[in-house]
Nanobody, 126 residues
Framework: QVQLVESGGGSVQAGGSLRLSCRVT????????MAWFRQVPGKEREGVAA???????SYMDSVKGRFTISREKAENTLYLEMNSLKSEDTAMYYC????????????????????WGQGTQVTVSS
């Protein structure tokens, strides 16, 4: 059974940084599509960053140049490094795991991922 546990969220001032972690158990973190999503109350979950089975990455436009997705095989963990945070980045952030290869054009679509964590809250104050 695949389980995902996020950590690293918190409160930070605008311009600050956070690193989110997603510890994976039940399968390896490498060689599969994985992603970070976020959601605010009343809105749909949106794809923030994704790394595919072949290590190709995708980012939503508003985080390009500020966020970096990566994974560490030894720790079987997915990361999201977030810099230059803005108030609009405030959301619950979720880690997701998908198939071996998701695909460039759908990598940030929630429907591509079968396994989800419980989320970690990120709050950015201006």
């Amino acid at each position: 059974q695949v389980q995902l546990v996020e950590s690293g969220g918190g409160s930070v001032q605008a311009g600050g940084s956070l690193r989110l972690s997603c510890r994976v158990t039940g399968r390896t973190v490498r060689g599969y599509g994985m992603a970070w999503f976020r959601q605010v109350p009343g809105k749909e979950r949106e794809g923030v960053a994704a790394i595919d089975g072949d290590d190709s990455v995708s980012y939503m436009d508003s985080v390009k140049g500020r966020f970096t997705i990566s994974r560490e095989k030894a720790e079987n963990t997915l990361y999201l490094e977030m810099n230059s945070l803005k108030s609009e980045d405030t959301a619950m952030y979720y880690c997701a795991a998908g198939p071996g290869y998701v695909g460039r054009y759908v990598r940030l679509e929630a429907g591509q991922y079968a396994n989800w964590g419980q989320g970690t809250q990120v709050t950015v104050s201006s």
